[in-house]
Structures are given as structure tokens and as C-alpha cells.
């Protein structure tokens, strides 16, 4: 102890920018301490009664649980008709209601952010967050344009010029706004602005991510659009419905409504469901052909010769199953077996989107993302699932169904130079000379 004094003595006082930095630290430690202590101890938002006087007047006579019932039932059916309609509506309009809802539950999760953390004072962030979102869809929506409409990018020439640097672009764009950040950051907020730093790009991550992937399934068919995000309405609605009359076994701590039986429940139901809805929409090419652009005539296409994926095939069944059923083969579309896979997922893994943001909204004592719909909450309460969907779409139509595309080859082939095109064409003249096919097409003509 008094070797520890005597240094104490001899050493020299903290030179002044430690002080400082100790100053802050403690001042950001407070600002971002006060903050989280606030979030965990006053729920950001208070239940509010949301829904329509014309329902609150008609459901009067019902206990608090079956007006619930109502309300659900009566908006879920709203939001299916407005489903039908909008895919009735095309394909662009389904990437139009994408985007919007898209920025919706963007607006809903930074605005939790912005309550949360009482970042009212804060320089810029409002701004430098929309900021963010508009650069992150430029790079991801750009990509998209290249790809799908790559005729009309090369015929038009700022587009062109956009397209070959678009990467570059994206990369600037997301600089002035890094540096925009840096510049804005202010003594006594320095902890408080990069936790909104990185809460906006986590949510960039979830949604904007994710949402890109939902249009890029849309393009290979509205078959793999349509089927996924019906099976997480229907495993929502069935998994809903069989805990409302039948649910008695909590299923997890962080949802207390879900139940066993509603989650086993709306899984057969689901899997029965897709396997259907499958059947029925694999028969019209307009659900099964790839989305794509035609330049003759500046619109959307959907027609094409199916593929094997999507034409009926005879298949036999297990003898276990023989016997019960009294059927030895049975007729059905590939598709329908991928179907299964896709509703699987729906219902056994799908759900973990919704606990998770369960989780979320329980670690900042909310009920609900926001009050757009009555009886059901915001956008991100009804989309929690879709965008873990979306992302299985994708992972799976890449590892089992999409095979090498003739389209795109043809599509860089055509961008390099006449030199560069020759060769190309000698080699792949050799190359099929080399196997006999070449010679064997020229006897066929």
C-alpha cells in the first residue's frame, strides 16, 4: 500500500486530453446508460383501441376476446381481397407495393429507434438514415435493372453510362453519406449516434435486403411469389385459428398466445394448403413463366413454354400408403413437391421471424410495430415472417431449381467487342465440331 502511494505521488497529473476523454466518456457513458434505462423501464407506446367506430359499434355486445376474433377476421380478409387485386394488377405493380411496403417497415423500426433512445437532439439522423435507404435501394434496384431489363439499358445511353458505373456510383453515394455521419457527430452523443448508426444499418440489412430478394423470386415466376407468401398467410391464419378454439400448451415464453396445438395445427394445414394452391396455379402460364421485360412492346411478359418443373408427371406411391389410400400411382406436378418444402418452412421455421420480433418488441415494451392495421399492428407485424421467406426462396431456387441461363450468356456476349465476339464463336465452333454435335445439326438440316 505505501509502495502504491508513493507512485501515485511521483507519477505526474493525466495530461489534459485525457481528461477531456474521460469527460466525454463519462458523459456519452451516461447519455447511452440513461437511455437503455429508460427503454427498460417505460414502455415506449401504450395500447390504444385502433380499430373503426363502425366495428367498435357492431362488435359492442362481445367480450374483449371474440371482438379480438372479429376484428382480426374481418381485416385479414380485407388484406386478402387487396392481395387478389394487386396480383390481378401485374407484376409491376407487385414491385410497386414491394417498395412501399418496404419503406413502411423501415419507417416503423427507425422510428422505434428514434423513441427508443430519445435521440431527438441528435444531428442529421432522420435525415442520414432515409439517406441510407435511398442509396441501399439505388445499388440493389440498379443491379436488378441491369440484369432483367438489359436490352433497354444498352439501347438507351445514360443508361448505359449509369449501368457500367452504377458500382462506383453506389460506392460514392454511400461515402458523402459515411462522411455526413463523421461530420455530424457531436460531443456528448458520440455513444448515442453510433448506436442509431448501427441500428439503421441492421435494419437496412433486415428489410431492404430482403425485400430485394422478394422481386428477384418474382422475376423467375409468380408461381415462386405468390405460393411462399400464401403459406405464411395461411400457416398464420390456421396456427391463429387452431390456438384461438383448441390452444391449451404454451409453445414459447416470448409469444404467450402461441400454443402447441396452434402451431402443429397450422403446419398440416399449411402443407395440405400449399400442395393445392400448387396444383391449381401450376396449370396457367401466366403464374409459371419468368417475369420479362419486352422491348417491343415496353411492358411485362409472362408467357413462355412451361418447363418439366411444371407439367403433370405420374408418380408412384409407397406401398405403406397404398394400402390405405387404395392408389398405386398418383398424377402430379413437380412443382408440388417443391411445394412441400416451401410450406414446410413455412411453417416450422417461418415463425421464428415472428418470435424473434416478438423478442424485439419485448426488449422495448411494445404491443405492436406501429397501429396501421387495426387488430393486427404495422406492416413489420404482418411481414415479420415474409422476409425470412423471402430469403429461403431465393437460397433454394439457386441450389435446386435454376440452371445455367442461355438469356444472360447471350446478353454479356453481346457487350464485348466484334474481335472479341469472333473468338467466342470459332472456339464454340471447335468445341462442338470437337464432340460431333456440330456436324450432326448440319446433317439434321
Not at 284 to 297: A, G, H, L, Q, S
Amino acid at each position: 500500500m505505501t509502495e502504491l502511494r508513493q507512485r501515485a505521488a511521483r507519477e505526474p497529473d493525466a495530461a489534459p486530453e485525457d481528461k477531456e476523454l474521460e469527460s466525454e466518456v463519462k458523459i456519452d457513458g451516461e447519455t447511452a446508460s440513461d437511455s437503455e434505462s429508460r427503454a427498460e423501464t417505460a414502455p415506449l407506446s401504450t395500447s390504444v383501441d385502433d380499430t373503426p367506430e363502425v366495428l367498435n359499434r357492431a362488435l359492442s355486445n362481445l367480450s374483449s376476446r371474440w371482438k379480438n376474433w372479429w376484428v382480426r377476421g374481418i381485416l385479414t380478409l380485407a388484406m386478402i381481397a387487396f392481395f387478389f387485386i394487386i396480383i390481378y394488377l401485374g407484376p409491376m405493380v407487385l414491385m410497386i407495393i414491394v417498395m412501399c411496403v418496404q419503406i413502411k417497415c423501415f419507417h416503423e423500426i427507425i422510428t422505434i429507434g428514434y423513441n427508443v433512445y430519445h435521440s431527438y437532439d441528435l444531428p442529421w439522423f432522420r435525415t442520414l438514415s432515409w439517406y441510407f435507404l435511398l442509396c441501399v435501394n439505388y445499388f440493389f434496384y440498379g443491379e436488378t435493372v441491369t440484369d432483367y431489363f438489359f436490352t433497354l439499358v444498352q439501347r438507351e445511353e445514360p443508361l448505359r453510362i449509369l449501368s457500367k458505373y452504377h458500382r462506383f456510383i453506389s460506392f460514392t453515394l454511400y461515402l458523402i453519406g459515411f462522411c455526413m455521419f463523421v461530420l455530424s457527430l457531436v460531443k456528448k452523443h458520440y455513444r448515442l449516434q453510433f448506436y442509431m448508426f448501427g441500428w439503421t444499418h441492421v435494419t437496412l440489412l433486415i428489410v431492404v435486403t430482403q425485400s430485394h430478394l422478394v422481386i428477384h423470386n418474382l422475376f423467375e415466376g409468380m408461381i415462386w411469389f405468390i405460393v411462399p407468401i400464401s403459406c405464411v398467410i395461411c400457416n398464420d391464419i390456421m396456427a391463429y385459428m387452431f390456438g384461438f378454439f383448441f390452444g391449451r400448451t404454451p409453445l414459447i415464453k416470448l409469444s404467450p398466445k402461441k400454443t402447441w396445438e396452434g402451431f402443429i395445427g397450422g403446419f398440416f394445414a399449411t402443407v395440405v394448403f400449399g400442395l393445392l394452391l400448387s396444383y391449381v396455379m401450376s396449370g396457367y402460364r401466366c403464374f409459371v413463366c419468368p417475369v420479362e421485360y419486352n422491348n417491343d412492346t415496353n411492358s411485362f411478359t409472362v408467357d413462355c413454354e412451361p418447363s418439366d418443373l411444371f407439367r403433370l408427371q405420374e408418380y408412384s406411391i409407397p406401398e405403406v400408403i397404398q394400402s390405405v389410400i387404395g392408389l398405386t400411382t398418383v398424377w402430379m406436378y413437380p412443382f408440388q413437391i417443391h411445394s412441400i418444402a416451401l410450406s414446410t418452412f413455412a411453417s416450422l421455421i417461418g415463425p421464428f421471424g415472428g418470435f424473434f420480433a416478438s423478442g424485439f418488441k419485448r426488449a422495448f415494451k411494445i404491443k405492436d410495430f406501429a397501429n396501421t392495421i387495426p387488430g393486427h399492428g404495422g406492416i413489420m407485424d404482418r411481414f415479420d415472417c415474409q422476409y425470412l421467406m423471402a430469403t429461403f426462396v431465393n437460397v433454394y431456387i439457386a441450389s435446386f431449381i435454376r440452371g445455367p441461363n442461355p438469356s444472360k450468356l447471350i446478353q454479356q456476349f453481346l457487350t464485348l467487342r466484334p474481335d472479341q465476339q469472333l473468338h467466342i464463336f470459332n472456339t464454340l465452333r471447335s468445341h462442338l465440331a470437337d464432340k460431333g454435335v456440330l456436324t450432326a445439326a448440319v446433317e439434321d438440316e
